[in-house]
């Protein structure tokens, strides 16, 4: 597992874990929302929408863009949508890619919720897999300057457990609605500090729990953790890379490490570049010199 030194741009402070991770959070969030080229539903619901950036410059050695999919976290719970993001894709339309950053349902909020549960079952899964379905179509039609036979997917944290997740709908358990024919049509995974193991993610108590949330309480994480939790469906053969930050203290390096194993157990090498001195957000931070290398990351894959 390579090292990788990515020094903020942004102070934080030395010496305290939860205020260097607090000074990260503000500046990943402080950046203002960035406006889509473009936004298309794949579904009824007004969070089955995809926000489309065309690129601007030239990420590779030219010809038609490829296409990177971004995937948000937030726990998977409703307060946390695709426009606290936004800075990221836009950050990387200016790298030349061609952007896709998705919307999903998550927790209960506007339907009587209180906004802390995560995500939602099976609507949050439902959602991936119908954008991820539809989106080859969407891309011809919103972003024609882009090759969707060069896409990369990529997610940070709840979002990284669902770029893992959509790269593995072909191994799921054959009663699965999610499950496709074969593997999807990508250029490889790029999952940013992900929530790749569930077991040891609700045994860390990862983001207060939210993975039991997910999947339903405790009964339902039983019974929907082998249709949902990353480390289950190995192997894949996508190419896949995780990049984590060795200080995150909100989905900890062992996370990733963790998943990392699974697919070394089940036979597939999967690539982990360990960030020193990084948290949780500078991956998805234009300020911070560790989203550059996450850019790095999508482009070996892409091209």
């Given at each position: ?27 990943a ?18 969070d089955?929408?995809?926000d ?7 990420a ?5 863009a ?20 936004s ?17 999903y349902?998550r ?82 995974v790029v ?18 729990g ?25 192997p ?21 490490e ?16 360990l ?18 290398v ?10």
């Open positions: 597992m390579p090292d990788a030194a990515a020094p903020q741009n942004a102070a934080v402070p030395a010496g305290d874990p939860a205020a260097r991770a607090a000074a990260e959070e503000k500046s969030f402080s950046h203002p929302a960035a406006v889509p080229d473009a936004t298309a539903a794949y579904g009824g619901h007004p089955q929408v995809i489309f950036y065309a690129p601007r410059g030239t590779g050695p030219g010809g038609p490829p296409v990177v999919v971004v995937l948000h976290g937030g726990a998977w719970r409703a307060p946390y949508d695709r426009r606290h993001v800075p990221f894709a836009a950050f990387l339309a200016r790298r030349g890619f061609a952007v896709a950053s998705v919307e349902r927790g209960a909020e506007g339907e009587g919720g209180d906004g802390r549960t995560a995500g939602r079952w099976p609507d949050t899964f439902d959602d991936v897999a119908a954008a991820l379905d539809a989106l080859p179509g969407l891309v011809r039609r919103c972003l024609p300057q882009a090759d969707v036979r060069r896409t990369v997917l990529t997610g940070h944290s709840a979002g990284g457990h669902l770029a893992l997740w959509a790269a593995a709908r072909h191994v799921l358990p054959g009663t699965a609605p999610w499950r496709t024919d074969g593997p999807p049509p990508l250029r490889g999952a940013l500090a992900p929530i790749a193991d569930f077991a040891l993610a609700d045994e860390l108590g990862v983001c207060g939210a993975v039991r949330q997910l999947l339903g309480g405790d009964e339902g994480f039983a019974r929907h953790r082998p249709y949902a939790d990353p480390a289950l469906l190995l894949t053969g996508i190419a896949t890379t995780l990049v984590q930050g060795r200080t995150d203290i909100d989905v900890p390096q062992a996370v990733a963790s998943y990392a194993e699974a697919a070394a157990r089940a036979g597939e090498v999967v690539g982990v570049t960030l020193e001195d990084v948290g949780h957000f500078p991956l998805i931070d234009p300020a911070a010199d560790a989203c550059a996450v850019a790095e990351e999508i482009a070996q894959l892409a091209w």
